[in-house]
């Protein structure tokens, strides 16, 4: 019997992340010998870039590897530094950039620093499920805005108005390419939401993961707008590295010191070998830009076959690796329609649920970062489970 002295935290309390579960179930089939073709999880099947292996290699073989610095090695820094002015125009200084243990790390650290326990973050619906379980889980209160085709799936300055009505919000975090649905906010659209929080003090969090990978639209950072922005991104995506768990913030600067030290204590350093392969990897354009040009194809081969086959209702495929499809024609259940898809027809995609617990039921979530055999396999199976 189990005293009440030793129960979970209520904090603990969070939503499982249902894309690793479907990963996990997945697994097991293949592990029975069934063929799965993975469109469940947001991971490039291509390598990281040949510059960073050799990077790794080199370090392994020559160099003793440590902590370094809780805001990471100053040739990452500075070569952040240098993309920023080389993509977007935008001089950061390096004493700005932090370098993290992948953008996990950098939401914690950016919640902590800028939040106290109660404060009220809004977040959009539709949305990556780990930024409420995070917050949830550090005492936060995330404020979840249904958002639909009437703005483009995009946070407005009248979202934010009517969530103040209920009480005061002290942060908006936005991700643009989006996860779960690829969509991208227009350039006007993201800068009048900035400049409203600008103006409002609330703290503005961009989540730009999925920088690089644009196929329609313009991309943007909030650099480009407010100096007061909290960056986050990651080395995971466009760069194929999501197993050296390695990424980067840029912060406004009242906000270094109080991340640097929250990181002193939370993991003492991102790790140098992943720092020393992710230097290495942004001067990689040439071969990414490869594997990008692989993704546009996938996007197209969907785009084209998922409507044929009875998902024809997908919201805009910007940026990102992802399709959001309405299931709703074939099923009211995400999770049990997923659970059948991947027994019946060898297929994991992710529930519409992991990402809106209201309206999910009628979506599911396709990653298109697989090879174009497996995106053609797939078309193939779902065709015939979908008959």
Request: hydrophobic letters at 45%; one cysteine or more; glycine letters at 8%.
């Amino acid at each position: 019997m189990t005293s009440n002295a030793f129960l979970p935290s209520r904090r603990s309390d969070v939503a499982p992340f249902i894309a690793m579960d479907v990963l996990s179930e997945a697994a097991k089939l293949e592990a029975e010998g069934r063929r799965i073709v993975h469109m469940e999880v947001g991971q490039p099947s291509a390598p990281a870039p040949r510059v960073a292996l050799a990077a790794a290699r080199q370090a392994l073989e020559h160099g003793r590897l440590g902590y370094t610095e809780a805001l990471g090695i100053r040739p990452l820094r500075s070569a952040l530094a240098d993309h920023y002015r080389r993509t977007y125009g935008v001089d950061v200084p390096v004493e700005r950039i932090v370098a993290t243990t992948g953008s996990s790390a950098g939401f914690n650290l950016a919640f902590l620093a800028a939040f106290d326990p109660g404060d009220r973050v809004v977040l959009t619906v539709p949305g990556y499920p780990a930024y409420r379980n995070i917050l949830k889980a550090l005492g936060l209160v995330p404020v979840e805005v249904e958002v639909g085709a009437e703005t483009r799936w995009s946070l407005t300055p009248g979202h934010l108005e009517e969530a103040q009505r209920q009480g005061p919000i002290k942060g908006v975090l936005v991700a643009s390419p989006a996860n779960p649905t690829g969509t991208m906010m227009t350039a006007d659209a993201l800068e009048d939401l900035i400049r409203y929080c600008e103006d409002a003090g609330i703290w503005f969090i961009s989540d730009e993961i999925y920088h690089g990978l644009d196929y329609a639209g313009e991309q943007k950072t909030a650099l480009e707008t407010s100096a007061n922005a909290i960056i986050i991104n990651s080395f995971s995506k466009y760069y194929c590295m999501t197993g050296w768990r390695i990424g980067w913030m840029v912060l406004p600067g009242q906000l270094v010191r109080p991340v640097e030290r929250i990181a002193q204590s939370l993991y003492i350093s991102p790790p140098e070998l992943s720092q020393i392969a992710a230097t290495a990897a942004l001067g990689a354009v040439q071969e990414l830009e490869a594997v990008k040009a692989g993704y546009a194809a996938n996007r197209t081969l969907l785009l084209d076959g998922l409507p044929k086959i009875g998902l024809d209702r997908l919201l805009p495929v910007d940026g990102a690796f992802y399709i959001y499809a309405d299931i709703s024609r074939f099923s009211a259940d995400s999770l049990e329609f997923a659970r059948q898809m991947l027994h019946g027809a060898g297929v994991a995609a992710t529930p519409g649920v992991d990402f809106d617990p209201e309206h999910g039921n009628e979506f599911l979530r396709f990653s298109f970062a697989g090879s174009q055999a497996d995106m053609k396999e797939a078309l193939d199976r779902l065709s015939g489970f979908l008959k």
